[in-house]
């Protein structure tokens, strides 16, 4: 049986002072190098290169299925794409500007089936911890999407001012792909429950937000710096 491990973290949407949601510990990112190990400590006759070979292909040939408008069942989630914006007219033409494919994704049948087996254990509060609820594009005011870069996000959340002597401490954009930091020189605003931070002229790509900071509460900060990770991917185009 699997098991996901969860803490019970300030809930900042209620005035009640004991209120707690679930927050699952992070156990990392998997990805298909990953993967393939899994599938050699399970047994197979491949070798790695040729099972990565053949996953880099899968995801391949869904991204080429899906863009030309097939809907894909993985066994893992369906998925399907749709068009986002007003057309004027029925000669009006799709403008980039107006418009934008998006990608959605639902559940399979099977990833609910595994997720109502899984044990669900509770390891402790956190209500000390920084916590990001919510990122804003300025541009765009897309919320927990994509961001832009060279321009300001805002950062809504608790404990999040950015305080403390350590070098570590700081707002960083990590990109999924390869793990390289980007730390984010220009803060805004640095107040504890919101910052605005400029976006440094990232690639494109997926990337995680991660906040490391010093600060407790008032003006107090502790010894050791802490961090945390938003739960939401955010994308520069």
Request: glycine share 6%.
């Amino acid at each position: 049986m699997t098991k996901v491990n969860v803490w019970l973290q300030d809930n900042l949407l209620t005035p009640k002072p004991n209120d707690f949601y679930g927050r699952v510990k992070p156990m990392g990112t998997i990805k298909i190098d990953d993967i393939a190990q899994e599938i050699i400590k399970e047994g197979t006759e491949y070798k790695k290169e040729t099972i990565v070979d053949i996953l880099s292909r899968s995801n391949r040939i869904i991204i080429e299925k899906m863009a030309e408008g097939y809907s894909v069942n993985t066994g893992v989630f369906y998925g399907h794409i749709s068009v986002n914006g007003v057309f004027n007219g029925a000669t009006d033409r799709f403008n980039p500007e107006e418009h934008r494919l998006i990608a959605s994704f639902t559940s399979s049948n099977e990833l609910r089936a595994e997720l109502k087996k899984t044990q669900v254990e509770i390891v402790g509060t956190i209500t000390n911890e920084p916590v990001i609820g919510k990122v804003i594009d300025s541009l765009s005011q897309v919320e927990d999407s994509t961001i832009t870069p060279n321009n300001v996000i805002l950062i809504n959340g608790n404990r999040i001012k950015i305080a403390g002597s350590d070098a570590s401490v700081g707002v960083y954009l990590v990109n999924q792909a390869d793990n390289t930091r980007h730390k984010c020189e220009q803060i805004i605003s640095n107040e504890p429950k919101q910052l605005l931070v400029m976006v440094p002229a990232l690639e494109a790509g997926n990337y995680a937000l991660e906040i490391v900071t010093q600060y407790s509460s008032g003006n107090s900060t502790v010894k050791e710096p802490r961090s945390t990770q938003f739960e939401h991917v955010l994308i520069v185009e």
